[in-house]
Structures are given as C-alpha cells and as structure tokens.
C-alpha cells in the first residue's frame, strides 16, 4: 500500500517512453501476479514502476561493474525484474532500498554464487553468468567482502583469519603473508590483535577483522554487506572514516548495501535506490539527496508522507 499520493502520473522529470510495463523483463518467464510476485507489489497495483525513471545521472568516469536488464527469482518470488546498474570504478558507491528489496541476493549475483534466470553482470568487461569455474575462481581474487558480522572463523585468532585468502589463493611465503597481514591489521587498528579469537573482539572489532581480510589480495572491488549493522552511532561513524580513509589510499570499487542514511551521506560518492527489482535512480550522492523523485526524496530523507508505507 502507498501512502501520500495517489496519482499513477510518472514523477517529474522521467522520459516518458522509459518502460513500466513489469512484464517487460523476460517475458518468457510469465506475467506479474500470475506466474510470479515482486515484494512490496500489490496484486491490484497495475503500474508498479510509475516512481521509477531508472535514470542514471552522469559520475564522469568508467563503470567497474554493469547490470544488464538482470532478473532473479526464487520460486514464484521475483525479486530483480529487469535491474539495470552501472557502478563506477574508483569510487565509493552504496545501494540503498527497503528491506527485501534484494541487495545482498545483487552481490551474490555480482560475484557468481547465484546465476539471473535472465540478463548480463560484466565486472571490468567480462561477463559473469558466461564464465566457467576456473574463470569465475580466477575473477573472484578481484574482489573483497565484508559480511555483515565479519563472518571470521570462529576457530582460527585474527592473524590466522587475515591470512586465510593469502594461504589458498597465493604461493606467497609464510614472510611474505605475515608482512601483508600485519600491514592490513595495522590500517584497521588491530594491530595488537594478531592472536585475540573472534569471541574476544567486540562487533566493532570484528568488523574491523573482516575488513582487513577483505584487503589482502588487494582487490579491485570490495563489497560491503551492511557493515553498519549492529553498531552503535560512534562506531558507525568510526568505521564510515576508515572506509573512506583506506579507499582513498588503495582506490577500486566498493559497493556498499545498507538502510543507514548517516552512513549514506558520510561515505557514498554515488547512490543507487533499488524498489521493487528495479533501480528508481541513481547517480552521484549530493544530487541523488537533492533528487525531485517522489519516492528517493521521501527515502533519502526519512519522510513519513510518501509513496512508501509502513506494509
């Protein structure tokens, strides 16, 4: 149910032959609300995207990874229906949505753990649903992960948990991977943490710990899967001004999936708001925040009169 507004007339601003139609992505897979659902659409709403332009405002460089017309679905739950994203390289980017709206099922399809009924991922080029085992094993050394609680083994001390991609994807002497780790602890602030086990750190800490981990094949995307969950507002901030601090130092692509706006405004370069399987707009974060867009405004800013309602 929407709230607010009432009116089926596109927001101000969308291109008028951009496509609403929510049967328009992989038709071959049936129709909304006969073969398939998509959270947060109501059966009697016959004009789902009216809210959504899909616009993507201009950033002035590449894109690191491209989504293309992507659609997933799980049983007869639809939950990407003709996603279209470009995120840039060298920039901090964040994609933001309601709960449910599949921004973690969007990095596992990024990084090849979940394979789209329908549509294209490339990172840097290359096509991710089209690689084999070998080429997705290779690709996946380009990237880092922070899960939401770190996700550190709960039977190995921090050093040894640090160490772990380094053990099974590189030759590197045991030297050589006790310099990288001590060098990627120390940048988060554990550097006196080396033996501690997963059980003594705090949250704070252990997000730290997997962020660390996440560096040490010195990838070219990092992706972030609501790093801010489960802390305070201090260590929220804490850990915004080391994301930023070691992008600025090591650059590449991070994406970020999170529902906090103060995260929003103290890390994101570029914002995507994903609603319903598709993305409404996205863009550079000073213009997404100031958007004219029903539905980014009333996000963006936490209103209570909007398009989104409470169910």
């Given at each position: 149910m929407e709230s607010g507004h009432t009116q089926h007339e596109p927001p101000a601003g969308e291109d008028p032959d951009h496509d609403r139609d929510p049967n328009s992505a992989a038709p071959e897979l049936g129709r909304l609300n006969q073969e398939y659902t998509i959270p947060g659409v109501e059966p009697d709403d016959t004009d789902p995207y009216r809210w959504h332009t899909g616009e993507k405002r201009d950033h002035g460089g590449e894109d690191a990874i491209e989504v293309i017309d992507l659609v997933k679905q799980f049983g007869n739950t639809r939950i990407q229906n003709g996603l279209n994203l470009g995120l840039p390289d060298n920039e901090v980017s964040m994609v933001l949505g309601p709960s449910g709206t599949g921004k973690s099922v969007l990095i596992k399809l990024i990084v090849g753990l979940l394979y789209p009924d329908s549509g294209?991922?490339?990172?840097?080029?290359?096509?991710?649903?089209?690689?084999?085992?070998?080429?997705?094993?290779?690709?996946?050394?380009?990237?880092g992960l922070l899960f939401q609680d770190g996700a550190l083994f709960g039977s190995m001390n921090i050093f040894d948990n640090t160490a772990f991609p380094l053990r099974q994807h590189t030759d590197k002497s045991e030297d050589e991977i006790s310099e990288i780790v001590n060098l990627r602890l120390a940048e988060v602030g554990l550097g006196a943490a080396h033996y501690k086990m997963p059980n003594e750190l705090s949250g704070g800490m252990r997000k730290r710990a997997g962020?660390?981990?996440?560096?040490?094949?010195?990838?070219?995307?990092?992706?972030?899967?609501?790093?801010?969950?489960?802390?305070?507002?201090?260590?929220?901030?804490?850990?915004?001004?080391?994301i930023r601090e070691i992008h600025a130092e090591n650059g590449g692509c991070y994406m970020v999936i999170s529902h906090d706006l103060g995260t929003a405004r103290r890390i994101a370069d570029f914002i995507a708001v994903l609603w319903k399987g598709r993305i409404v707009e996205s863009g550079p974060s000073e213009e997404l925040f100031n958007s004219p867009n029903d539905f980014v405004r009333q996000f963006l800013n936490a209103e209570v009169v909007g398009p989104l309602a409470m169910d």
């Open positions: 294209d991922i490339l990172v840097h080029g290359e096509s991710v649903p089209n690689m084999s085992d070998d080429e997705l094993f290779e690709m996946r050394k380009k990237f962020f660390a981990r996440a560096l040490v094949l010195d990838p070219a995307i990092v992706f972030f899967d609501e790093p801010d969950s489960g802390l305070d507002p201090v260590r929220t901030a804490l850990l915004c001004e080391l």
